[in-house]
């Protein structure tokens, strides 16, 4: 699909949401100010499809366990679902409590204007980190831009800097621990089955529990993200669970556990027929991981559509709820044709722009295959459980992008042998410039065209073993691309504040 036609189905969609919201809203005072938030939050929803879905699928697309066609039918049913049925009913109107609902003074408008330009910004700056190929986090640019707006209504003193400095302590907590977590994983794998003699008994006993684990971390991972906003409506039907804003650590460990041991009975004998049909070959192995990894990018799309719609759909809520109301409330009800416009608007804009960001966080930051890619799907659930538990602030997409990363460099670190000859040419290369500069050293000061002759030959040796250091270093996993995003990672608040701020004042300018 070209470009254009790309861009007619998105703007086809906000316009259907803003005729829906002309029709079918009724007369509600300043009605014209819920149209412009609902194009924003439409505009909103299909940057976070295109943006931030990519970590869940990503790393299946890139490993050959999914098509792109199947990861983005399967995310954009997943994240629609989670978003409907698991998105919850209320949601807070201050997204993170970054700044306090009484810098607006009760007055609903100045409140209207600061959620209007929140949605904009953070999805201008979704927009460009897309169009950059960084995946960054949704989340961090409502944040930025909520913060911004806040700013200019209500001065420096309304921000909550304590929050503030979590979301920053995210920025290092969350890759670090999906590094770390990715890489202890993948070190499992290659010790326990690739690095045995008997590669396919170690296959037969290992994989089923494997996948035993991966059940019982994902039926944690479901709890208390998919479902932790339905999580009171859900209890009553559940026998000895008694009421709370989330499930107990002891129903989570009771409910893991049990799930994971039936898969493991379940599992065993299908893995065990698999073995049996294939060889030895590392690419042969791969195959069993083929279906937890379709399991594990459906699961995560679910819980990411259930808790980061609230993204676009928050703002978008909160400013219906404050324009009906004529008041600002802590929280704000979610009514369903918000909820269509959240889920809807990620799946179209996952289906029209996601592959830009799938082919970049599933190739082109280190090579991936199935063990590699469960490994991160897995750090990226068990690194959320552990975060939840110690009150931890972290970011889903840097948590996913850090386990890339430690996947990549365990690579490098394990993989020496590979690097040898590389590291011979290097030597070798390295060492005729030594030599190059020790006869520039002995050359007669007066024979300036050997001197220059040997001058242009170093400085073409320094160019050459360079390239092969360049080489050698991206072997595994390319530096460039992860400074780029770590980049993009820093400037999310600010840029998505800046942004916020000057469309705030041109609201501001045109109600005026």
Do not use: C
Not at 33 to 40: E, H, K, R
Not at 300 to 322: C, E
Not at 463 to 489: D, N, P, Q
Request: aromatic fraction near 10%.
């Amino acid at each position: 699909m070209n470009s254009t036609l790309k861009l007619f189905f998105a703007a086809l969609f906000t316009f259907a949401v803003a005729l829906y919201v002309e029709f079918f809203m009724g007369n509600i005072p300043n009605k014209e100010y819920l149209i412009l938030a609902s194009l924003f939050g439409a505009y909103m929803a299909m940057n976070i499809g295109a943006n931030d879905v990519a970590n869940n699928v990503g790393p299946a697309v890139g490993s050959g366990a999914l098509t792109m066609f199947w990861a983005i039918a399967i995310a954009a049913i997943f994240e629609f679902l989670g978003a409907i049925l698991a998105g919850g009913n209320v949601v807070g109107t201050i997204k993170k409590g970054i700044i306090s609902i009484d810098a607006f003074g009760g007055d609903p408008m100045i409140f209207v204007e600061t959620m209007s330009a929140a949605l904009l910004a953070a999805a201008l700056w979704l927009n460009l980190a897309t169009w950059l190929k960084a995946p960054v986090s949704t989340t961090h640019s409502i944040v930025g831009g909520v913060m911004g707006a806040g700013i200019v209504a209500g001065g420096f003193s309304i921000v909550s800097w304590s929050t503030m400095g979590a979301i920053v302590a995210s920025w290092v907590v969350s890759p670090l621990l999906g590094g770390i977590i990715a890489a202890i994983i993948l070190y499992i794998i290659k010790s326990k089955i690739l690095y045995q003699d008997d590669k396919i008994t170690a296959a037969r006993t290992v994989v089923p529990w494997l996948v035993a684990f991966m059940v019982a971390v994902f039926t944690g991972y479901l709890l208390l993200k998919g479902l932790k906003h339905v999580w009171g409506d859900i209890v009553p039907f559940i026998p000895f669970v008694t009421n709370g804003p989330k499930p107990s650590f002891l129903l989570v460990l009771f409910l893991g556990v049990l799930f994971g041991v039936a898969s493991y009975f379940l599992v065993r004998p299908r893995i065990e027929k698999r073995i049996a049909l294939i060889g030895d070959m590392r690419s042969d192995l791969n195959t069993l991981f083929t279906i937890p990894l379709i399991f594990s990018g459906a699961l995560l799309s679910f819980a990411h559509g259930a808790n980061d719609v609230a993204n676009a759909i928050g703002p978008l809520a909160a400013v219906a709820d404050a324009l009906v109301r004529q008041g600002v409330e802590i929280e704000a009800s979610i009514p369903l044709w918000v909820m269509i416009v959240g889920g809807a608007g990620i799946a179209i804009g996952l289906g029209l722009y996601g592959p830009r960001l799938i082919r970049t966080v599933g190739s082109e930051i280190t090579e991936l295959d199935q063990m590699r890619a469960f490994s991160i799907m897995m750090a990226a659930a068990i690194t959320v459980l552990i975060a939840s538990q110690l009150g931890l602030p972290v970011s889903s997409t840097h948590i996913a992008v850090g386990g890339i990363f430690g996947v990549g460099f365990l690579r490098e670190w394990l993989d020496s042998k590979q690097a040898n000859e590389k590291q011979k040419k290097l030597n070798i290369e390295a060492e005729r410039l030594e030599q190059l500069k020790v006869a520039l050293d002995e050359v007669d000061e007066d024979n300036y065209k050997e001197q220059i002759e040997l001058l242009d030959a170093i400085k073409g040796q320094k160019k050459k073993v360079k390239k092969i250091k360049k080489v050698l270093r991206e072997a595994y996993i390319k530096r460039g691309m992860v400074k780029k995003i770590i980049a993009a990672w820093l400037i999310t608040v600010p840029a998505s504040a800046v942004l916020s701020a000057i469309i705030f004042f041109v609201l501001k300018g045109i109600s005026s």
